[in-house]
């Protein structure tokens, strides 16, 4: 069964941000970027620290690349009207009037 061709859509932009993901934890690590580095060094749990800060990057930056994706998928001209017109801004005239001292 193949999925539809939304889901293998958000599901392609989801392992996009998961793989930004992988590569920016490892920068972190591998920059020593605010300690974090030598902090999970010498941690007794460096596995968890690592994965939990993938975790978190993975949600992210996965939920960021499929958000750009979905609003990335207009159709059609961005300045029509349902009718199919064009939505250009036109000139109005508002009268101004000066203002009275308050006194």
Do not use: K, Y
Not at 20 to 32: F, L, Q, S, Y
Not at 35 to 51: L, V
Not at 80 to 95: A, K, Q, S, W
């Amino acid at each position: 069964m193949r999925l539809p061709r939304l889901v293998r859509f958000l599901l392609f932009h989801a392992a996009c941000g998961a793989a930004a993901a992988a590569v920016v934890t490892a920068g972190i690590i591998w920059t020593d970027t605010a300690g974090m580095g030598t902090i999970i060094e010498r941690s007794d749990n460096a596995f968890t620290a690592i994965f939990m800060m993938f975790a978190g990057l993975t949600i992210t930056l996965s939920s960021f690349a499929m958000g750009i994706a979905v609003m990335s998928l207009a159709e059609g001209p961005q300045n029509t009207t349902p009718e199919g017109g064009d939505m250009l801004p036109e000139p109005i005239r508002i009268r101004a009037e000066r203002r009275r001292d308050r006194r």
